[in-house]
T-cell receptor, first 109, second 114 residues
Framework: DAKTTQPNSMESNEEEPVHLPCNHSTISGTDYIHWYRQLPSQGPEYVIHGLTSNVNNRMASLAIAEDRKSSTLILHRATLRDAAVYYCFHSGNTGKLIFGQGTTLQVKP | NAGVTQTPKFQVLKTGQSMTLQCAQD?????MSWYRQDPGMGLRLIHYSVGAGITDQGEVPNGYNVSRSTTEDFPLRLLSAAPSQTSVYFCASTMAGGLITEAFFGQGTRLTVV
């Protein structure tokens, strides 16, 4: 099964950028990289996904290494509402989405 | 759209009882999944389905059964509840077709087995 590695926790100051890393040691050529986050007492929510190129959306940016063995989720200006557990994983089109342990992001005012 | 709806939101069971957690989605998604999340832990995949009539095991399938008779519904059955199954259960759905895109999650069912 897909294996990812993330730091257990990170801290950021409000309104500063945050770079959340993820290692995708078992990624294959056709797997997409996904990021989700989970706010306290809620279900996970989609953040962003990509294949090879860097991706941007209204929530965040995703930077993917050239060898695709690592990715970085970038929150350009962290807010208190961004405090959550962030999960990265990679998946092909099998419907089998395996989450890792996630990174707990704390945002300090 | 309602998205992914899970019922009930809370449930207390006695050891040995059986029950079914309901999950319904109204987005015509082909892929549906069940996860459990223990306190302070990440999500672990229990079972998943790639379409009506097709299911497969995830990381922790023991003690749970699923079926997928319709596209909309994907119920999770606990056959004989055990305290180790105390957890929060999440259902998710996503559209298939060449690319896994955004998965939508329900709000969860908090299950306590005493």
């Amino acid at each position: 099964d897909a294996k990812t590695t993330q730091p257990n926790s990170m801290e950021s100051n409000e309104e500063e950028p945050v770079h959340l890393p993820c290692n995708h040691s078992t990624i294959s050529g056709t797997d997409y990289i996904h990021w989700y986050r989970q706010l306290p007492s809620q279900g996970p929510e989609y953040v962003i996904h990509g294949l090879t190129s860097n991706v941007n959306n209204r929530m965040a940016s995703l930077a993917i290494a050239e060898d695709r063995k690592s990715s970085t989720l970038i929150l350009h200006r962290a807010t208190l509402r961004d405090a959550a557990v962030y999960y990265c994983f990679h998946s092909g089109n099998t419907g089998k989405l395996i989450f890792g342990q996630g990174t707990t992001l704390q945002v300090k005012p | 759209n309602a998205g992914v709806t899970q019922t009930p939101k809370f449930q207390v069971l006695k050891t040995g009882q059986s029950m079914t957690l309901q999950c319904a989605q109204d987005m015509n998604h082909e892929y549906m999944s069940w996860y459990r999340q223990d306190p302070g832990m990440g999500l672990r995949l229990i079972h998943y389905s790639v379409g009506a009539g097709i299911t497969d095991q995830g990381e922790v399938p023991n003690g749970y059964n699923v079926s997928r008779s319709t596209t909309e519904d994907f119920p999770l059955r606990l056959l004989s509840a055990a305290p180790s199954q105390t957890s929060v259960y999440f259902c998710a759905s996503t559209m298939a077709g060449g690319l896994i895109t955004e998965a939508f999650f329900g709000q969860g069912t908090r299950l306590t087995v005493v």
